[in-house]
């Protein structure tokens, strides 16, 4: 409804604010439906995991749960981290260090990647950045791709032995939890 | 349907005082009984019929499993086997679930190329093939979030995979990817609460899809139904009423489909799902080999590939989400492949690239495998860029007059068939 010059009416301005906040009175009332499915409180709880390195042989690696997610903790044999650190150099297609602790500019070289003195230790969500498969070279006995490193059977992501990728469909460099040594033998994650 | 008038007549007292209050039943007999349906329909048109008791059969096989399933991360998997092997017919119901969803795929596929091949999605049915896209998505979900429940290895990892498509957001916009999938996942992984809410949904979504095939059939009933010549009906000589005509056709086919089915239900429940099912889920170990249910396959072997994770998840939602613009991107005003000569041809060359791709998706990512993938996901799409130029180079070929015509040869007067019709229009 207009006037006789053609602007809006009262009635106009009426229909448009009420219909303006019905609207935004049902998209706060749906809030509460949609942020229920978040992570609740108990998974945001956010705990932290002792684990004790004396175990885990040269060129070993274990596998534990932080957070619900796999945690891959490898002690590199003294060639693998001299391959990481000699990969620095090349064509890396993440350039970034993923270093939860480290600002997310920090360079991808292998030593943001690593603790300083703990370098034959590598700390890592074992979780693909492609699609969150674990890729396979925990075990020896595993492929390990061709970086040595770890390999994606899901969809065919190489990573080397400082964890980036290297080649396949995966985006990302493996991430690095935080985590400090509470001594040489004992680290904690989180 | 407008025009059409039912010819229900209430007989009792009791249906003559319903009639006047609540004529659901005149609008059954003319939608169901009544109904035109072209004389011409081949045995192709009974999928729709097969469709509507493949969604009937798993909704009620459905309440009865959720009435003994336990959707937690720790009972899920052995109350999956609890009731295949204790609960009373379980041992039937369950599979007939399992493999009810496959064959509700097997059907709906059908269905589709049943449209393709015909042009069903022409006008005036463009909403009609929209809806029926809507409804294969919301059946994906149902059957992806199905899977997940009886929480094996496979439902496991597929449900990572799957949900982590939505991480490729973060490519997009930073952080976005990792809050939808943490959001999804109720949790920084997918975990019992994820298995929880996912049988939730899974509950939800058949009925949303029910909903969908009431809007299906209604604007069915609008436009009417599509042919194997592709004519629009013309007289009353070009149909016969629904009952009996099109109800015994699709009984038939109905019998020879559920002869399919049941040979599946009794002789090989698992066939068409995973041996690494039956390991229940471990969050610590991703099988080698992940694949999903094979009506997934050709979508899976286009992400796949795809060497770029965005890439590959917009390539996967594009070759569904593409169905829906087939109205528009098909040029040509002659409908059925069946006067269309070289269009019969990409027809047969797109169903062999469906088959294709299905087949890469089932094997590992490796050469040569995701070489010949990403050929054919270059064939699927190529499909749909060379469909709006092939309209308008093609000669179709000589169309008959009507759908009579067809049917009985030249003799377009010859009224044997109009005569079985009681026609009341």
């Known amino acids: 409804m207009t006037t006789d010059a053609g602007e809006a009416s009262r009635r106009d301005f009426l229909v448009v604010a009420g219909n303006a906040f019905a609207a935004v009175g049902a998209a706060a009332a749906m809030w509460p439906f949609v942020a229920q499915m978040n992570p609740d409180a108990s998974a945001q709880a956010l705990s932290s995991t002792e684990v004790d390195l004396t175990p885990i042989k040269d060129g070993q690696a274990i596998t534990i749960l932080w957070r619900g997610k796999p945690v891959f903790i490898r002690h590199r044999l003294k060639e693998e981290t001299e391959r990481a650190r000699a990969d620095d150099t090349a064509q890396l297609k993440d350039p970034e260090a993923r270093n939860l602790a480290l600002p997310e500019t920090t360079k991808a070289d292998d030593e943001n990647r690593v603790k300083p003195g703990h370098e034959n230790w590598l700390v890592l969500i074992g979780i693909c950045t492609h699609l969150g498969c674990i890729p396979k070279g925990q075990s020896m006995a595993d492929a390990r791709g061709e970086f040595g490193g770890w390999f994606c059977p899901c969809h065919g992501s190489h990573y080397d032995t400082s964890g980036r990728i290297r080649k396949g469909p995966a985006p990302r460099n493996l991430d690095v939890p935080p985590y400090t040594f509470l001594s040489d033998t004992k680290i904690k994650i989180g | 349907m407008a025009q059409h008038l039912s010819s229900y007549k209430p007989t009792s007292r009791f249906g003559k005082w319903w009639d006047e209050r609540l004529p659901i039943a005149r609008m059954m007999h003319a939608q169901f009984i009544d109904f035109p349906t072209p004389r011409n329909l081949n045995y192709f048109w009974t999928f729709g019929g097969i469709l509507m008791v493949c969604l009937v059969i798993q909704i009620l096989t459905g309440i009865v499993l959720a009435m003994h399933y336990v959707p937690t991360a720790e009972d899920a998997f052995n109350s999956v086997q609890h009731i295949k092997r204790n609960v009373n017919w379980g041992w039937l119901i369950q599979p007939i679930h399992a493999v009810g969803a496959s064959m509700f795929f097997v059907a709906v596929y059908i269905h589709i190329f049943r449209g393709l091949y015909y042009g069903s999605y022409k006008a005036p049915r463009e909403v009609l093939w929209i809806l029926g896209v809507l409804i294969l998505f919301a059946m994906m979900a149902t059957g992806f979030l199905g899977y997940t429940l009886p929480w094996g290895q496979m439902s496991f990892w597929g449900a990572t995979v799957i949900t982590n498509l939505f991480s490729s957001l973060n490519e997009i916009v930073s952080g976005l990817g990792t809050t939808i999938v943490e959001w ?242």
């Open chain 2, 184 to 425: 999804l996942w109720g949790g920084y992984a997918v975990s019992g609460v994820t298995l929880n809410r996912f049988f939730s949904l899974h509950y939800l979504l058949p009925f949303v899809i029910a909903g969908l095939v009431v809007l299906h059939v209604w604007a069915l009933h609008v436009a009417g139904q599509n042919n194997p010549t592709g004519l629009d009906v013309k007289s009353n000589a070009d149909t016969v009423p629904m009952y009996p005509y099109a109800i015994a056709k699709d009984t038939v086919g109905m019998f020879a489909f559920f002869l399919l089915f049941a040979w599946f239900v009794f002789f090989m429940p698992d066939y068409l799902g995973h041996a690494d099912n039956y390991i229940p889920a471990n969050p610590l170990v991703t099988p080698t080999h992940i694949v999903p249910e094979w009506y997934f396959l050709p979508f899976y072997a286009i992400l796949r590939a795809i060497p770029s994770k965005l890439g590959g998840v917009l390539a996967m939602v594009g070759s569904i989400l593409i169905l829906a613009f087939l109205p528009w991107l098909d040029t040509s005003r002659v409908r059925s492949a069946k006067y269309r000569p070289y269009f019969k041809y990409l027809f047969w060359f797109f169903v062999f690239t469906c088959i294709a791709l299905g087949w890469l998706g089932s094997k590992p990512a490796e050469p040569p495998y995701v070489a010949w993938a990403q050929f054919f996901t270059l064939c699927y799409f190529g499909f749909f860029l060379v469909l709006p130029i092939l309209g308008l180079i093609e000669t179709p070929g000589q169309l008959p007059k009507s759908i009579s015509e067809s049917v009985l040869g030249g003799g377009a007067s010859l009224p044997s068939g109009a005569a079985a019709a009681p026609e009341k229009r």
